[in-house]
C-alpha cells in the first residue's frame, strides 16, 4: 500500500504569495547565499594564499626578524608561543570552569548570589580582550608579583609581560565557553540521575565525583576546544602581556620556569606584525602563518562540533 | 459508494436551547444515559456532503498510521473519530488539511476531495482557511486576545485590512464561540493570561473568523476541566448547522453527546461507522463492540 | 537522616577530607563562583584606579570635542619626564564617536541580514543548503580577528583606494586627514561579517525553539510560511534578538586588531557633510587605539590615558553584558535556553 502512496508537496509553493511576501522569501535567499559567498571567499582565498606560501621549512624555523624576507626565517617559535599559551590557559580555564558550572547547577544558592555569578561570567565573556589584558598588566606590573615576569633593573615596577600572565589573562577568555558547555550538559542530566545516587546513600559531593564528572566529560571536552579556538586565535592579549618578542625568550635558565617567566609570540602577533599595520611588512609570511592559524582554529572548532555532535547520539550519562 | 446508509442527520430546534449538554448533577464525567435525548432531535434533509475521503492512505516513513480509510463528511452534523490513541485519527484529521505535510516523512495516498475539487489541487494557504483546525491543546499566539482573532484576516488577505474594519468580525467570530461577553472589556490583553477553557475557545474563535467551512476539532477539550468542555460541547451543537465539524476523541460520553455520526478506528483502519445510536448501542464488529463496552482503550 | 545530619555538625571538622564532606565541596565550589565576582570587581578598581589621573584632569570634556586627538594624544605621550608636569589634556570625542559609529553601522547591517539568514537556515533553505548553513556560520564565527584585518589590510583596502575614493576628493582633504582604503566603510563591513555569526547563531536558536504549535496554529489557518515565521516566529523570538543584538553589540565594541589594522588608524570624527565619502575617511575607535598605542604603555601618562579608553569599553560592555543577559530572561522562562 505505501507504495501506492505518493509524496505530495511538502509545502505551499510561493507562487501563490502576495508580492510582498516573495520579495521577503527572496532576500531571504539572498541573504544566506551572501553569507555562503563570503565564507567561500574567504576560504578559497586563504586557501589559495596559504598554500602558495606556506613551505614546510617555515615551520620548523627561527624567525630571525631580518628584513630581507629570504633571510627572516619561520615562525617556529609563534607556534610554539600559540601551543604553549593555549595550553596554559585551558588548563586554568577548565577546572575554574567547571567548578563554577558545579556550583551554578548543583548548589546555586543564595539564588541572587547564584544569579549574580551567572551574570558575572556574561561580564567576563563580554569584556573585550583588549581590556582583559590591560588589567593583567596593571595587576602584574605590581612589584610583589614581579616573579611571574621580571624586573628590570632600576625600574619600580614589574615588566608584567610574560608566558604565565599571557595564560592567566587567557584562560579568562576560554572560561565563558567551559563554563556554559559544562553548565548545559550538567542540565541535560535528568534528575532521577542525581536522585537515584543519592538514594544509594552517596553525598551530594560523591555523586558530583562519581555520578556527573564522568557523564558531563563530553560537555567538558566541547567547552574546552571552544575555549582554546579563542585563545587560539586572540591577538589583543598577546601584542599586550607577552611582550612581543619575535622570539620565545625565557628569562632565567630554570627549564620550565624560565619559560614561563619569559617573553616570546604566537602565531597571531607573528601574523599582526608581519602585516602593513604592524613593522614587519611581509605579506608572504603573514598569509603562510595565518593559514596555519585557520587550520588550527577552523579544526578545533571542527572538533568541538564533532564532540557536541556525539553527545547527541546517544545520552551522555549512559556512558 | 459508502457501504452504509447515510444515517439520520438530526436537527437542533434553533429557538429551544440544547437541553442534553448541562453538567452532571454528580459532576464527575457525564453517564452513559445522560447521552441522546436531544430536544427536538430529528433528521436533517440539509445534510450536504462537503468532504469525501476515498482510499486514504498515510504513511510515516515506512510505518502505515492509516490504511485505505473511506469517509464522508457532511454539513449539518457532527462526525466524531473514535479509537484508542495511536490508531491514526489524529493523522487523519490532520490531512483532511493538509497539515501532514508539515511532517516531512509523511506520504499520503488515496483521494480527498472538498466540494468534489481534489485537495493537492487546491492552493494550501486557501484548502486552510477553508478547512480550519483546532488542536488539543490552546495554543492562543502570544499577543493579544483582539490580534489572536483579527490574526488569519490580516495574514490571510494580501493587503492588511485596517484595525476599526476588523471589530465587526472579530466580535462575531468571539460571540460565536461564546466568549464575547468574558472577553469584550479586555480585547487587548494578553491572549496567554486566559483560563485554559477561554483560550480554547478563543482559538475556536480564531478559526471562525475566517469563516471556514469544515472545522476539525483534534481533542479540544482533553486538556480542560468539565465546566470548560461542556460549555465547548454546546458550542459544537451550535456550530454544526453553518460548519461540517469533525472532531476526534477518545472520550467515548464526549462522542456520544456531540456527534450525529460516529467513526470508530483501530489500527490505521476505519473498523465501523454509523450514526452515534448504531455505533453505541448496537455495534456490528466485535472490536467496537469491545472498545465501546470499554474492554480495551 | 536527621541523625547523621547531627551527627555531621558535631564532629569536630577532619582535615585533607575535603570533597568528602558535602557542605565542604559546595564551600569551596561557591567560593571559588564567588571569585570570578571579586575578579569583576577588580578589574574595575584596577582599571579605573589607572584611568583615574586622565579623567580627573580633564573632567566631563573628556567626553566632548576640541582640538586634534591626534596631537593631543602625542603631547600626552611626549609628556615631560617630571610626574608634576605629565600633560592629560584629551578631548577624546573623535575616538568615543568613531567607536559609535561603526559598531552602530555594523550592528544595524548585521540585525536585518542576520534575521533573514537565520529565517533561511531554520525554514527556508532547502535541506541540502541548510545542512550547509550551520558549519558556514560556525566557520565564519571561528576565523580569528587578525586573519579578517590581514584580509581586510592587503586586498580590501588597496581595492577600496584603487575603486572608490576619487582623487580629488583626496586631493581636498589631504592637509586635514590622509585617505587610504581603510576607514569607516571597511571598518563596518568587516565588522558586520565579524558579528553576524553570533547574531544568527542566536537568532537560529531562538526560531527553532519557538513553540511548533503556534507555528501549525498559523499554518492551520491558511496564513502562507512567510508570514508564519514572519509574525509568530520572529514576535515569539524577539527577546533572543534583542540578546543578540545586544552581544553583538558588544563584540563589535571591543574588536581591537581587525580594527587597528583596517580602520584607517587615524583619529577622526568622519563628517556627514561629506556625503557618501564620509564612509571612506578614516576612524580609531578606542580598541584599536589602546592596541596601536601599546607600545607606549610604559611612558605614565600616555598609559594612564589609554587605561581611561579601556575604563570606557568595560562599563559600556558590562552593561551590554547585563542588558544581553536579562533580554534573554523571558526566553528562559518559556523553557527555551
Redesign the interface.
Known amino acids: 500500500m505505501s507504495a501506492t502512496a505518493v509524496r505530495t508537496r511538502a509545502r505551499d509553493s510561493a507562487s501563490s504569495w502576495p508580492l510582498l511576501d516573495r520579495v521577503g522569501l527572496a532576500c531571504c535567499w539572498a541573504a544566506g547565499l551572501a553569507l555562503a559567498a563570503v565564507a567561500a571567499a574567504i576560504v578559497l582565498y586563504m586557501g589559495w594564499k596559504g598554500i602558495s606560501q606556506l613551505k614546510p621549512s617555515l615551520l620548523v624555523t627561527h624567525p630571525t626578524g631580518d628584513v630581507d624576507q629570504s633571510k627572516a626565517g619561520g615562525f617556529l617559535d609563534p607556534l610554539e608561543g600559540t601551543l604553549l599559551l593555549t595550553g596554559l590557559g585551558i588548563l586554568l580555564a577548565v577546572p575554574i570552569g567547571v567548578a563554577t558550572a558545579l556550583w551554578l547547577v548543583e548548589y546555586g544558592r543564595p539564588a541572587p548570589l547564584a544569579r549574580a555569578v551567572e551574570s558575572g561570567v556574561e561580564i567576563i565573556a563580554g569584556a573585550p580582550s583588549v581590556v582583559l589584558a590591560l588589567f593583567g598588566l596593571t595587576v602584574f606590573s605590581s612589584s610583589g608579583l614581579s616573579f611571574m615576569s621580571f624586573r628590570a633593573s632600576g625600574a619600580d615596577e614589574a615588566f608584567g609581560r610574560s608566558f604565565a600572565i599571557a595564560g592567566i589573562v587567557m584562560s579568562l577568555i576560554a572560561l565563558p565557553s567551559v563554563v556554559a558547555a559544562a553548565r548545559e550538559a550538567l542540565m541535560q542530566i535528568p534528575n532521577h540521575v542525581r536522585e537515584a545516587s543519592l538514594a544509594l546513600g552517596k553525598t551530594k559531593a560523591a555523586t558530583i565525583r562519581r555520578v556527573l564528572l564522568p557523564s558531563i566529560r563530553p560537555g567538558i571536552a566541547t567547552g574546552t576546544t571552544l575555549g582554546m579556538g579563542r585563545i587560539v586565535g586572540d591577538t589583543a592579549i598577546v601584542v599586550l602581556l607577552l611582550g612581543n618578542t619575535l622570539l620565545t625568550e625565557p628569562q632565567t635558565d630554570v627549564p620550565v620556569l624560565g619559560l614561563l617567566r619569559g617573553t616570546g609570540s604566537t602565531l597571531t602577533s607573528y601574523v599582526y606584525n608581519n602585516s602593513p599595520a604592524g613593522e614587519g611588512n611581509a605579506p608572504d609570511k603573514a598569509y603562510a602563518a595565518a593559514f596555519v592559524l585557520m587550520v588550527l582554529v577552523i579544526g578545533l572548532n571542527a572538533l568541538a562540533a564533532r564532540i557536541a555532535r556525539g553527545r547527541d547520539g546517544g545520552p551522555a550519562w549512559i556512558r | 459508494m459508502d457501504p452504509l446508509m447515510p444515517p439520520p442527520v438530526r436537527r437542533i430546534s434553533l429557538d429551544a436551547p440544547p437541553t442534553v449538554v448541562e453538567p452532571p448533577a454528580n459532576g464527575n464525567g457525564a453517564g452513559a444515559g445522560a447521552g441522546r435525548a436531544r430536544a427536538g432531535a430529528e433528521p436533517s434533509p440539509h445534510a450536504v456532503e462537503r468532504m469525501r475521503c476515498e482510499g486514504v492512505t498515510i504513511a510515516y516513513g515506512p510505518k502505515i498510521a492509516v490504511n485505505r480509510v473511506d469517509l464522508s463528511i457532511r454539513q449539518g452534523e457532527v462526525l466524531a473519530l473514535i479509537g484508542p490513541s495511536g490508531c491514526g485519527k489524529t493523522t487523519l484529521l490532520r490531512s483532511l488539511n493538509r497539515l501532514t505535510e508539515l511532517t516531512p516523512s509523511a506520504a499520503r495516498g488515496g483521494r480527498i476531495a472538498l466540494d468534489g475539487e481534489d485537495l493537492d489541487a487546491i492552493e494550501v494557504t486557501e484548502l486552510r482557511t477553508r478547512v480550519s483546525m483546532v488542536f488539543q491543546q490552546p495554543n492562543p499566539f502570544p499577543m493579544s486576545v483582539f490580534d489572536n482573532v483579527a490574526y488569519a484576516l490580516r495574514e490571510g488577505a494580501s493587503r492588511r485590512p485596517r484595525k476599526p474594519a476588523l471589530a465587526e468580525p472579530v466580535e462575531r467570530a468571539l460571540r460565536r464561540a461564546g466568549l464575547w461577553d468574558e472577553v469584550k472589556d479586555n480585547l487587548e490583553h494578553p491572549a496567554l493570561r486566559l483560563s485554559g477553557g477561554q483560550q480554547q475557545r478563543l482559538c475556536i474563535a480564531r478559526s471562525l473568523a475566517a469563516q471556514p467551512e469544515v472545522l476539525l476539532m483534534d481533542e479540544p477539550c482533553s486538556a480542560l476541566d468539565p465546566v470548560s468542555t461542556t460549555t465547548i460541547e454546546r458550542l459544537i451543537l451550535e456550530l454544526r448547522e453553518q460548519i461540517a465539524v469533525v472532531i476526534v476523541t477518545h472520550n467515548l460520553q464526549q462522542a456520544q453527546r456531540v456527534a450525529d455520526r460516529v467513526a470508530f478506528m483501530y489500527l490505521g483502519e476505519l473498523v465501523e461507522q454509523g450514526t452515534s445510536d448504531e455505533i453505541f448501542r448496537a455495534p456490528r464488529a466485535p472490536r467496537t463492540r469491545d472498545y465501546v463496552g470499554g474492554a480495551f482503550g | 537522616m536527621r541523625n547523621a545530619a547531627l551527627a555531621a555538625k558535631l564532629r569536630p571538622r577532619a582535615a585533607g577530607r575535603r570533597?568528602?564532606?558535602?557542605e565542604?565541596?559546595?564551600l569551596?565550589?561557591?567560593a571559588?563562583?564567588?571569585g570570578?565576582?571579586a575578579?569583576?570587581a577588580?578589574?574595575l578598581v584596577?582599571?579605573f584606579?589607572?584611568a583615574w589621573p586622565s579623567f580627573a584632569h580633564n573632567g566631563l570634556s573628556w567626553f566632548l570635542p576640541g582640538g586634534n586627538a591626534n596631537t593631543q594624544l602625542a603631547d600626552v605621550y611626549h609628556s615631560p619626564a617630571d610626574p608634576a608636569h605629565y600633560v592629560y589634556t584629551l578631548r577624546a570625542w573623535p575616538i568615543l564617536y568613531g567607536t559609535l559609529l561603526s559598531t552602530g553601522l555594523a550592528v544595524l547591517f548585521a540585525l536585518p541580514?542576520s534575521l533573514?539568514?537565520a529565517?533561511?537556515?531554520v525554514e527556508?533553505?532547502p535541506p541540502g543548503?541548510a545542512r550547509?548553513?550551520t558549519?558556514?556560520?560556525?566557520?565564519?564565527?571561528?576565523?580569528?580577528?587578525?586573519?579578517y584585518?590581514?584580509?581586510g589590510?592587503?586586498?580590501l583596502a588597496p581595492w577600496i583606494n584603487d575603486h572608490l575614493v576619487s582623487a580629488s576628493f583626496k586631493l581636498d582633504v589631504k592637509p586635514i586627514v590622509p585617505i587610504g582604503g581603510g576607514g569607516l566603510l571597511l571598518a563596518t563591513l568587516i565588522l558586520t561579517?565579524m558579528i553576524?555569526p553570533i547574531m544568527?547563531a542566536i537568532n537560529a536558536d531562538a526560531l527553532r525553539s519557538v513553540?511548533r504549535?503556534?507555528l501549525?496554529?498559523?499554518?492551520?489557518?491558511?496564513?502562507?510560511?512567510?508570514?508564519?515565521w514572519?509574525?509568530?516566529g520572529v514576535?515569539?523570538a524577539r527577546p533572543a534578538i534583542a540578546a543578540g543584538v545586544v552581544?553583538a553589540t558588544?563584540?563589535a565594541?571591543?574588536?581591537?586588531?581587525m580594527l587597528?589594522?583596517v580602520s584607517g588608524?587615524f583619529i577622526f570624527a568622519p563628517n556627514p557633510l561629506d556625503g557618501l565619502n564620509m564612509l571612506l575617511e578614516p576612524i580609531q575607535p578606542l580598541?584599536a587605539t589602546?592596541?596601536v598605542g601599546?607600545e607606549g604603555?610604559s611612558v605614565k601618562p600616555y598609559g594612564q590615558t589609554?587605561?581611561a579608553f579601556?575604563a570606557v569599553?568595560?562599563v559600556s560592555?558590562?552593561f551590554?553584558?547585563?542588558a544581553?543577559?536579562a533580554a534573554r530572561q523571558p526566553m528562559r522562562r518559556h523553557g527555551v535556553?
Open positions: 570533597l568528602t564532606r558535602p565542604r565541596a559546595e569551596w565550589l561557591g571559588l563562583a564567588v570570578l565576582l575578579l569583576i577588580g578589574m584596577f582599571v584606579r589607572q541580514f533573514l539568514c529565517l533561511f537556515m527556508f533553505a543548503i550547509l548553513m558549519p558556514t556560520v560556525r566557520f565564519l564565527a571561528a576565523v580569528p580577528s587578525v586573519v584585518g590581514l584580509i589590510i592587503l586586498v561579517v553576524v544568527i513553540p504549535s503556534w501549525e496554529g498559523s499554518a492551520a489557518l491558511g496564513v502562507n510560511r512567510w508570514r508564519t514572519w509574525k509568530i514576535r515569539t552581544l558588544a563584540r565594541l571591543g574588536e581591537a586588531i587597528a589594522m588608524s580598541a589602546i592596541v601599546a604603555l589609554l587605561y579601556a569599553l568595560l560592555s558590562m551590554l553584558s547585563i544581553g543577559w535556553r
